[in-house]
C-alpha cells in the first residue's frame, strides 16, 4: 500500500484498515508458528504498511489539535 493511498482516507476507513491488517498479521503468524507461512515476506510488508497508517492517524490527530 502506498502512502498517496493512504493520504486520501479518513480518519475512521484508517482505522478500520488498520484493524483488518492487524488481525491478517495475527492470522499469518499463526501459520508461521505451525510453519505453514507461505509468503514469509508479507509479514514485513504488513508491518510496513501498518506502522503508514497509524503515522497518517498521528498527524491528523496533531493538526486537529493545532
Do not use: G
Amino acid at each position: 500500500m502506498k502512502f498517496a493511498e493512504i493520504k486520501d482516507l479518513t480518519p475512521v476507513e484508517l482505522a478500520a484498515k488498520s484493524r483488518d491488517l492487524r488481525h491478517e498479521m495475527f492470522n499469518l503468524r499463526l501459520q508461521q508458528a505451525s510453519a505453514q507461512l507461505e509468503k514469509p515476506a508479507r509479514l514485513r510488508t504488513l508491518r510496513k504498511d501498518i506502522a503508514r497508517i497509524e503515522t497518517r492517524i498521528s498527524a491528523l490527530r496533531n493538526k486537529a489539535s493545532k
